[in-house]
């Protein structure tokens, strides 16, 4: 069974530091992978996604992720961080899950960004 | 509209009372998905859409959760005789397809306050 691990629950970064928010997962086969970001009150909103290809995805909002098959990983990275980042971040998996085989995506338990100014 | 839209945003409801929340996928997404969002906590999957195939209702966590969608488009889940533990955001999600490698668009959720 898939599974995804973000092992940061909270993280706070001053305002232009860098930041990297880690993932890691668990998948039998070439994973789908993407980062989703929460506002509060808000659905979740696709920050960027790997399919293949090029390790090193780009994404909205100046973000960017490095899939590192050898360590089962996802990092989310921002090379300056806005206070506007302040939000809830989400690694998923995406694949068959389950007795049933079905098609979906799973998700971590989130990392909770605060920015200090 | 353009996203998935998800009503009512916000439900205070008595306990042991029915509620029925709706979410209208994004129009051509044949994938629709259920999650429930406790405060503070990740995505727990609830119950999961393809076309016209039976729906994996095998995050539902008791048989007081039921849900249906009419083809492909609307859908609606129901919690009968509500519990304060079912207090939480129902969050929505279409995708195009159910493949797994389709990334899936999100309403803004229902927040459902059992009181």
């Known amino acids: 069974a898939q599974s995804v691990t973000q092992p940061d629950i909270h993280i706070t970064v001053s305002e232009g530091a860098s930041l990297e928010l880690r993932c890691n997962y668990s998948?039998?086969?070439?994973?789908?992978l993407f980062w989703y970001v929460q506002s509060p009150g808000q659905g979740l909103q696709l920050l960027l996604k790997y399919f293949s290809g090029d390790t090193l995805v780009q994404g909205i909002k100046g973000f960017e992720a490095e899939f590192k098959r050898s360590q089962s990983s996802f990092n989310l990275r921002k090379p300056s961080v806005h206070w506007s980042d302040a939000a809830e971040y989400f690694c998923?998996?995406?694949?068959?899950?389950?007795?049933?085989?079905?098609?979906?995506?799973?998700f971590g338990s989130g990392t909770r960004l605060q920015v200090q100014p | 509209g353009a996203g998935v839209s998800q009503s009512p945003s916000n439900k205070v409801t008595e306990k042991g009372k029915d509620v029925e929340l709706r979410c209208d996928p994004i129009?051509?997404?044949?994938?629709l998905y259920w999650y429930r969002q406790r405060l503070g906590q990740g995505l727990e999957f609830l119950i999961y859409?393809?076309?016209?195939?039976?729906?994996?209702k095998s995050g539902l966590p008791s048989d007081r959760f039921s849900a249906e969608r009419t083809g492909e488009s609307v859908s609606t889940l129901t919690i009968q005789r509500t519990q304060q533990e079912d207090s939480a955001v129902y969050l929505c999600?279409?995708?195009?397809?159910?493949?797994?490698?389709?990334?899936?668009?999100f309403g803004d959720g229902t927040r459902l306050s059992i009181l």
């Open positions: 859409f393809q076309g016209n195939s039976a729906p994996d």
């Open positions: 999600a279409s995708s195009y397809t159910g493949t797994g490698n389709q990334p899936q668009h």
């Open positions: 998948y039998g086969a070439t994973p789908y």
């Open positions: 129009s051509g997404h044949t994938a």
């Open positions: 998923a998996v995406g694949g068959r899950v389950g007795d049933t085989g079905r098609r979906a995506l799973t």
